[in-house]
């Protein structure tokens, strides 16, 4: 589990549910370092705020609902909500956990990627949305997850995953936005 000074995004979405001005200041292994006001506003937005892309994606949702690195959780609450499924969601911020049951979802851990599995049941939707498919960190682990995710979802079961990538070579500078919803 993360230590309270380690935590840096928890303490973001924290600050930003408490409305203090928050930034985000990511800096990749490769260099690139990205302030941003518009993240902190980003991962708590309501459904009514979220760009189509995501809107389109949770028609896709069903069943049960497992949301891996929650964050604040608008996702999971909100399709909850909206679909009336049950959903599970798990970070490894205690701080963004603790975010996500002040905002109404109580069945909220805080867990890594890499503790998520059978034990928990079995799922018909897992979302990644919001650059968790980032959280596999690399080729081998992500490999690894997929099986473990593969032995609790249901036969038909999707993942619905999202991620941020720049892609200059192809598309010219500046981030490109990448999003998937297979079974």
């Excluded at 979802?153 to 192809?170: F, R």
Aim: aromatic share 8%.
């Amino acid at each position: 589990m993360l230590k309270d000074s380690q935590d840096a995004y928890g303490h973001q979405q924290y600050d930003f549910y408490k409305s203090r001005q928050v930034v985000e200041i990511v800096e990749r292994d490769d260099g690139l370092i990205d302030p941003s006001e518009t993240y902190p506003k980003y991962y708590l937005s309501e459904y009514k705020d979220w760009s189509l892309r995501e809107r389109q994606a949770a028609r896709y949702v069903k069943g049960r609902v497992l949301d891996i690195g929650c964050g604040g959780v608008e996702d999971g609450l909100s399709i909850s909500r909206r679909k009336a499924t049950m959903s599970r969601g798990f970070d490894s911020s205690p701080l963004a956990v603790k975010v996500c049951k002040l905002r109404g979802l109580f069945n909220v851990r805080v867990k890594s990627i890499t503790e998520v599995d059978s034990k928990l049941g079995r799922f018909d939707t897992i979302l990644m949305i919001g650059n968790n498919i980032g959280l596999f960190g690399g080729p081998k682990r992500a490999r690894q997850s997929l099986k473990r995710f593969h032995r609790m979802t249901s036969p038909g079961a999707l993942i619905i995953a999202e991620s941020l990538v720049h892609l200059q070579a192809a598309h010219g500078p500046g981030p490109q936005t990448v999003s998937s919803a297979k079974s």
